[in-house]
């Protein structure tokens, strides 16, 4: 195959934009693909500082690479989440990326810093782990993005994220989840605003990125995800994306286009119902019983630590 | 010539020449969900690998539902 846009030996095939690229000129084309959702979502103002969400994956490394050469103020965020040997790799090449280059990465540990981990955590409180890990996560990037001052929250959610997060709530009919999906989410009192620049790449994209880039990232998948409901949403997308390529963009983007309002008043009913967590201050739609408004966080922090809240 | 796959790591010896396309297709891997690195090297689905070589097929899918 032959590059479409210098016509050299093409590297990487990218079959829903019929098109194929030569190293350098697939490089700008991933830039040009994350300028472009930048500007018409609106996600990050010239000057504003950002704060990227980074796991040592190919999507959060790529992200943080990406908007640096666009030029933009980003620093790191890196959270420990206690699996093992997984997350001892994730925070090495979370930390060697940022050294090499120079760059500012934040640490929040959350056996240190809140007492528990993922694997224990998940257990104490009944939950899934993803969904433990999900709910964590953005607990402190939120925390750590408002504590710090940053104007916006950027996170390596790609388009077969995306996709299938779509996918799976269409599935369940998730109203809520519905009208919250979306690009940007702006800030709100207790919320930074938050934005997933890497909408317009798949995670294809992003693994070719970095390792034209050079960017040592963990190829090895979480051990608590393993056959996790949103793999085999992604799996069966990309079955449909082989005979049909460009189904997810266009599933994805057709929902932003002409769905998603339809579903963004529940979202911002949930919203409007908020109170402040007791305990962080977080916000928080709190206990339909009327009792304490614990956020979901420090629910799982307590019954994580067994420190007496149920 | 010698197949790297991920996750859990294991090598394989396959007999070349073929495409990256029919190696993928004998694997049963969706192209869609890897990358296949030849020698160190980025390479599209039509094109020829030989005995010499060392091909890693990377798998791309990750991620929890967050």
Known sequence: ??????????????????????????????????????????????????????????????????????????????????????????????????????????????????????????????????????????????????????????????????????????????????GRQHPVLPATPGFARKVKPLIRLGERELAAYCVLRGIDYVVEECPMATGNRHLGYKEALNAIEERSPGTKASFLFGFLERGHHRFAGDAVDEREALRACSRCGAPTPGDARGGDALCAFCRLRARATGSGHR | MKVVLRNPRRELELPAPRTVEALLRELGVVPESVLVIRNDTLVTRDERLDDEDVVEIRPVVSGGAT
């Open chain 1, 1 to 178: 195959m032959k590059c479409r846009r210098c016509r050299e030996q093409a590297v990487i095939d990218v079959r829903r934009h019929n098109a194929a690229f030569c190293g350098p000129c697939f490089l700008h084309h991933c830039r040009e693909q994350v300028r472009r959702a930048i500007d018409d979502f609106e996600m990050i103002r010239p000057g504003e500082r950002v704060l990227v969400a980074v796991s040592g994956g190919k999507d959060s490394l790529g992200l943080w690479d990406l908007l640096r050469e666009l030029g933009y103020d980003a620093d790191g965020l890196y959270v420990g989440l206690g699996i093992g040997d997984y997350s001892d790799t994730s925070g090495r090449h979370a930390r060697e990326f940022a050294h090499e280059r120079g760059m500012k990465l934040i640490e929040v540990d959350l056996p240190t810093d809140h007492g528990f981990d993922i694997p224990d955590g998940s257990r104490a409180a009944h939950r899934a782990p993803c969904s433990a890990c999900g709910l964590s996560k953005r607990h402190v990037f939120n925390e750590t993005a408002l504590a710090h001052g940053y104007d916006v929250l950027a996170t390596g959610h790609n388009l077969d994220d995306e996709a299938a997060v779509l996918f799976g709530n269409v599935l369940h009919w998730e109203t809520g989840y519905l």
